[in-house]
């Protein structure tokens, strides 16, 4: 699993870096404004409306597909995807037409703060995305199959495509109109599913129109699903309180909070995203064959393999927070107003870093135990508390305050999960975890020192943005010097899987070369 992580790994990296060349472009052309803020919220209320769909039955659909699999065999399972796939079409479609005929109340439910001009590129912008629930749909159900299938890169590789139309999109509109930004990104989402179709039929599976209500398994996963669909509107309902709030804190607040976001999730999704998509399918077969050691095992190397990448990444954040917005975004029309608040709000959110990842980590256990109602309930308490502080903090941070309220409710949420957890399967080596956290948090702490002064030291005899990278690749290297010292399982493991492979590279070489002069003998 270790080695399929760390392709993974590889590819996220290539995946996010695309992923932030987009925001940095869009920040160029845009930067913190009226625009940036409706098109924000006109990309969010088609993600939100089906994350509480789509979310909830690609994980119901994961542990089900492999139990209709063993029983039943892959025939079983193909028309088991048809079946999924198909009533989400149908789905999509009540979707669709409920969009159009409430776009206006929808908006206002989003950014309270909206109106005029803004107001009407808002709806405009939301009616044409829309469509994109369509695909949306398709992407859940067949990147979930091919996961099944361990073809996690293929995945991954398929944004990359998105993210080029998009990017394309973004530098036209600014001189053919703004319109060709939303046309843009619903191109770049049929591009994406197109390509997740092409791969899934190389998979071996193939479409059949079938629609089956009465079927087993499509009921039993919407049983599953419906509890996570709850759990799943529980985070969009803060992502609602938070952009709403921010609509009334200040223009292009919303815009701030969502580059201090991407910037987050772009640190956060190379590390959990990768460990969690290769983690979630093994982990679903270990519970359905009942091997709760195997199954404690992986959640327990997961937890320390992303506390190993998101610990450093939250201390460096925390650091460099500014230099990070002046770095990313610090040009164009991206004013020193929006650096301001994208700063405050990428400090707060990187508090809770560690707690989003492994709290990911929790709930796909949970998810393939079958028990989809403790996430829900979780979800539900973090909720309440992230709405209680939103309220309090906004009051004294502004939209830094937004962001500090999801942190602590994440941190908050997690900590109640692994209790739970912990209840279910019994224990998860709680204390080896908390000596490899230690360790981890000693070593990052030296880093954040390391790093921190070298950049102080280089800002005085070269560019800002170049002594901020130098010192960023220091403290990697102080990180992983210490660490190495550190002792920890999962990096002695790694490491010497390195030496195995670094051996095996110098003895092919050294055996190449004597074939040679062999042969020139």
Do not use: W
Request: proline share 2%; aromatic share 10%; net charge positive.
């Amino acid at each position: 699993m270790k080695k399929t992580i760390l392709a993974l790994m590889a590819v996220t990296i290539v995946v996010k870096l695309t992923g932030m060349i987009k925001e940095i472009v869009f920040s160029y052309y845009y930067g913190a404004s009226n625009i940036t803020d409706a098109y924000l919220i006109s990309l969010t209320i088609p993600a939100v409306i089906f994350a509480l769909i789509g979310a909830g039955i690609a994980i119901g659909y994961i542990p089900l597909y492999n139990k209709v699999e063993n029983e039943e065999g892959k025939e079983a399972a193909n028309a088991f995807t048809n079946n999924v796939l198909n009533f989400v079409m149908l789905f999509c479609t009540g979707i669709v037409v409920a969009v159009f005929l409430f776009t206006k109340p929808l908006i206002f439910l989003f950014a309270s703060g909206f109106e005029g001009e803004t107001l009407e590129m808002a709806i405009l912008f939301t009616r044409i995305s829309i469509v994109t629930v369509y695909f949306t749909g398709i992407l859940y159900i067949l990147e979930a199959n091919l996961q099944v299938k361990d073809a996690y890169k293929v995945v991954q590789i398929a944004v990359i495509p998105m993210m080029l139309i998009t990017i394309a999109s973004i530098a036209a509109s600014a001189s053919y109109g703004i319109n060709i930004l939303i046309i843009g990104s619903v191109v770049a989402v049929i591009a994406q599913a197109l390509i997740i179709i092409v791969y899934a039929y190389k998979k071996g599976y193939h479409y059949q129109f079938k629609v089956d209500f009465k079927d087993y398994y499509l009921k039993r996963m919407i049983t599953l699903s419906l509890p996570v669909i709850l759990g799943s509107s529980v985070v969009q309902v803060n992502k609602i309180v938070d952009r709403t709030l921010a609509s009334q804190i200040a223009e292009g607040g919303i815009s701030a909070l969502n580059y201090a976001y991407k910037i987050e999730g772009f640190i956060t999704g190379i590390f959990v995203l990768s460990i969690v998509t290769v983690m979630y399918p093994n982990i679903s077969r270990m519970a359905v064959s009942r091997n709760f050691i195997g199954m404690k095992k992986a959640l327990s190397e997961a937890i320390t393999g992303i506390s190993l990448f998101v610990i450093p990444a939250t201390v460096g954040a925390m650091i460099f927070a500014k230099p990070i917005v002046v770095l990313m975004f610090g040009r164009g029309a991206f004013g020193e107003a929006a650096i301001a608040m994208t700063s405050i709000s990428l400090l707060f959110y990187s508090v809770g870093m560690i707690g989003v990842g492994i709290r990911a980590t929790l709930v796909k256990a949970f998810y393939s135990l079958e028990d989809t109602k403790t996430p829900m309930i979780n979800a539900s308490i973090a909720l309440v508390l992230n709405i209680i502080l939103n309220i309090i903090l906004s009051r004294f941070l502004g939209i830094g305050g937004l962001a500090l309220a999801t942190s602590i409710s994440a941190l908050f949420a997690t900590a109640l999960m692994f209790f739970s957890l912990r209840r279910k399967i019994g224990a998860l080596g709680a204390k080896e975890m908390m000596v490899s956290f230690a360790k981890i948090s000693f070593a990052s702490i030296i880093m954040g020192i390391g790093a921190k002064l070298i950049f102080e030291a280089l800002s005085l005899l070269i560019h800002e943005n170049i002594a901020l990278l130098l010192a960023i690749a220091a403290g990697a290297v102080i990180y992983f010097t210490v660490i190495l010292f550190t002792k920890i399982d999962d990096v002695t493991a790694i490491t010497n899987e390195l030496k195995k492979k670094f051996r095996k590279a110098g003895a092919a070489a050294q055996e190449e070369k004597s074939t040679l002069r062999r042969n020139s003998v």
